[in-house]
């Protein structure tokens, strides 16, 4: 057994937090809000980032109210103990289908570009052993790996910009055309944005609560500003009539280019955004055996182990993408709802109960 | 087993000679001092017979000593001996360690005590100029295998009153002498207690030279990467021991251990601080894309050429089409034959004299890849992605760090053999959990990156200006939390 560490600083606090959102999503999300919000799907993007802003602040005010306790004991002082079980078991259905989407997409990307020569269900399986390392050493590594791997974050905004130049202005033009399209597009946005709710269980665990609000904001105002900036960047090139019937826009966009050692930016943007991807799997593996280490209360380490089962298993069932984007389109609406109920319900409750019922054990 | 020296003398030498190997130059000489028998020990070559013969016998010799029983083992110290460093002992094990270390030891009838005095032969080698770390601007000294030499260059050098020596005796089957050097005061005194702990619970059988003792102190024994850098030269541990490090130095060895070392100072030449600024950012960008060329430009070329074709433009394509025709053998064999083939060369080169090792490279080089080449074994462009994979090794400026760096490609290679370009992911990947997961006595391998200390940043992928990079790094300070910690 390995020994866990599960200590973070603030800063890695919110570079997970930036890491955990950033996915799949960020290579088709330009094609889902094209589809309702036609040119202004971008402004689609930039008004969904309520959300992950949102969980933040709600996340640490939450914790703030309860001082600290960790994820489960929290609960159980809110909600009593049965409850406290049952969403834990739904943070834990959260994690995996949020687990499982990110895999089976990354699984089904790679075939569709670089890979094409391995079956999905290889790159499943070699996936999720180096999840299993990512992981079985606490949130203390992933936080490390958040960290250097945001300087990664920035080398995949630099390719887009590459393409500033190459659109034209009026593919993103009328600004406004439908306010209430725009609207109705930010549902398009939920899968993309998901992986935040990780916040709400690793707040315990940074080594300094002062300004943990602001750094969860920061790491999500960061995504925020990647997201609608290459939506922006992929209509602009595109037109959002093309974007809206791509399955991945933004690998579109960076196949665009002509470059004179490799024929385009396509490898080097899918090695980039694939460190990003096992990162983002780390996160949600890493929910998934903290709680499912708090239902069956079994050691996290043992856990780890599950839970890579478990996901292997499940983004086996979600390959090819079309069955994959089914599924999301039937969950996704409610495992958000679920989270922005439970987080609201959670701190108005914690500000009823605030006072002794919180003091540390 | 007699612990401690008797009044009899005859036992005490008897006891002596059973705890020394029965070796042929270990010398009891016999003498009289004023009616009492003395016995002078050494061990011939070890010790200087020249320094023994002038400082202990002929003032013994001629000596009219008058105390008696205990009294005249102060009586030879204070007016007879012209030896600057002497001690006394009464345990045996103590005096048959002094005894293998060169010293003489001083036996008299009728004392339970015997007289330590240092005649250590001290012909080692001069020093010379480092062959192994050549240096344009720095000086022209490097270390030594005698332990004392080398201290004596550091104190030399290092005018600073909180400059500690702490030594240390180490080894099982054979002991070595081990010095701690630090600054006090500059080190964090949780590394300090980390590198003092490591060193008193090493197990080590005979600490042979500083890279036995290097792995010895790192527990991990499968890591590749290595977590102290060793030198001869004593400029690079003035350097690094200003800003927070602490040196080792084992006796009988030329070289110090410098600790703890984090991955990316591995990459930082020390002519980086003679020049210029942007000079100096230069050679240092040129290093780090030396290290990604070494690591990914095989394995990418290999991955290109068996299963994306297509990422090749047309242009460059016809080129490498043109070059690989008749070349029977598939492009993995293509480019680990030729590796191989360097990687012998190159340990061929290490293992002759310096001059027939650099022609053999060379030669060998040369003759090879033509040969090669012209056998329609190894395409021209093979050789020359080999090439350059190979000069870029020489840039690293450490040695076990580059012959980490080198061994990388090897699974690379494989691995984008197996998976394409998902396998130089998982490769790339694997390494930077490894590398996170890293600490040298405290400190993470990875730092400034992880943990984030961006001012120590201007000393890491950049050299700033000297007033910011000669900055002591708060990443070497484990225990001055940063504020966003």
Known sequence: MFKINNQITRNQYMFIIQNSIIGVGILSLA??????????GWISVLVAGIYPIYICIVAALIYRNTNYNEFLETNKRIWGKFLAYIFTIFFFINFIFFSSFVLSGFANVLVFTTTKFLSPHTIIVITVILTYFT?????????????????????????????????????????????SSIFKAVPETFFAYSGVEISLLIIPYVTDFKKVLSSGVIGSLITIFIYTLTVLLTINY????????????????????????????????????????????????????????????????R????????????????????TRTMVIDKVEPYLVGFILVYSTLTLILSYFKGGKTFEKN | MMEKLTKDIFSNLEFITSTIPSNFNFIKREIDLNNKTCFVLFISGIADKNLVEEYILKPLLNSNIKAKNQDIIDEILKKHLYSSDVSVTNSIPDIALQLISGKSIILIDNCDAAIVCNTTNNNYRQIEESTSEKSVYGIRESFTENLELNLTILQRKVKNPNLKLEKYIIGEKF??????????????????????????????????????????????????????????????????????KAAIFLSETPSALILPATFFEFFQGFEDYSERTITANFSRLMR?????????????????????????????????????????????????????????????GLRLPNPIGTTLAIVGGIVIGDAATKANLVSPATLFIVAITVISTFIIPNYQMALTIRFIRFPMIILGQMFGFFGLLIGFYFLLIHLT???????????????????????????APLKEALKEPKSLKPSQKSPKN
């Open chain 1, 31 to 40: 094609s889902g809000v094209c589809k309702v919000a036609k040119q202004s």
């Open chain 2, 175 to 244: 002991k070595s002498e081990l010095v701690l050097v630090y600054i006090d005061g500059v080190i964090d005194p949780q590394v300090l207690t980390n590198i003092k702990a490591r060193i008193s619970n090493l197990k080590i059988p005979a600490a042979i030279s500083s890279g036995v003792l290097e792995q010895f102190l790192d527990m991990r024994t499968y890591n590749i990467f290595p977590l102290s850098k060793s030198t001869e030269r004593p400029d690079k541990v003035i350097f690094d021991l200003l800003e927070g």
């Open chain 1, 135 to 179: 992981i079985n050493y606490g949130l203390t590594n992933i936080g490390r790996l958040s960290e250097l791997l945001f300087y990664l974050t920035i080398l995949i905004l630099i390719i887009p910009f590459y393409f500033i130049n190459k659109g034209h202005i009026t593919n993103l033009l009328p600004l406004f055309d439908d306010v």
């Open chain 2, 437 to 463: 997961k890293l600490e040298s006595f405290g400190i993470a391998y990875f730092s400034p990156i992880v943990p984030s200390r961006f001012k120590d940043l201007l000393d890491a992928f950049i050299r």
């Open chain 1, 238 to 301: 595109c037109g959002h009539i093309l974007t809206s019937k791509l399955q991945y826009p933004l690998l579109y966009l960076v196949a665009g280019a002509d470059l004179p050692v490799l024929s385009n930016f396509e490898p080097l943007f899918i090695f980039l955004w694939g460190n990003k991807i096992f990162q983002t799997l780390a996160v949600g593996g890493y929910g998934l055996s903290y709680t499912l280490s708090k239902i069956i209360k079994k050691s996290y380490n």
């Open chain 2, 288 to 348: 780090f894309i030396a290290i990604i060329t070494v690591m990914v430009l095989e394995p990418i070329y290999l991955v290109l050429l068996i299963y994306n074709p297509e990422l090749f433009p047309y242009k460059l394509m016809s080129v490498i089409i043109s070059s690989r025709q008749n070349i029977p053998l598939p492009p993995l064999l293509e480019i680990l034959a030729m590796d191989v083939a360097v990687e012998i060369l190159r340990e061929g």
């Open chain 1, 303 to 322: 856990c780890c182990l599950y839970s890579c089962l478990i996901i292997m298993f499940v983004s086996s069932m979600l390959v090819p993408e079309h």
